[in-house]
């Protein structure tokens, strides 16, 4: 079932039971892309003013990308629960079947990973050329989406300990941790440049 057509209410009670999905995974996409929308947000808090007319263009195609973005990653929420499902059922086939499933429930967070290290980026653009008046939403938007990057790897994490193939696992493992090390060190300078801003 695809949760993000539910209210948030909803979400939020099938989240908190012992239902094997929607769970870390879904949980990453669905607050990337609320991270994402507040970026968003900023941009369009500023196409339209005088004052930002020279970055007005640039604005409305990150915008698009953003879009995008937004929609992907909702899209990730009902995909994790696909590849979720077959881990947590009591198969008497489980151990034939386990090393691929297990390499399957990785791509999707690994996934949501690329796409918040996007968001990001596009949230830079925002903090720096949007509209003053919303500089705040796009500091907390890229404090959300670093927190989803951290969330989507430990559901990654979680997976490649168990692969017996080591070398895919350190393969898969080594991309992730340099996606948190290079984004979330992006992510907190966004959030201090916008928080020094209010202290100047």
Known sequence: MDYTTKSCREFVTVLASNEPAPGGGGASALVAAIGTALGNMVGSLTVG???????????????KKCD???????????ADAEGFIPLANDDPDRPRIME???????????HIMELCCEAIDAIEVFAAKGSRLAV???GCGATIVKAALQAASLNVFINTKTLQNREVAEEMNAKCLTMLDVYGKKADGIFETVKAGFFK
């Open 68 to 78: 995008a973005l937004q929609t992907e990653l909702l899209d990730q929420v009902p």
């Open 100 to 110: 691929e499933a297990t390499i399957t429930a990785c791509k999707v967070p690994m």
């Open 49 to 63: 003013k005088k004052k930002y007319a020279d970055v007005e263009a640039e604005i409305i195609a990150l915008q």
């Open 136 to 138: 705040s939403d796009a």
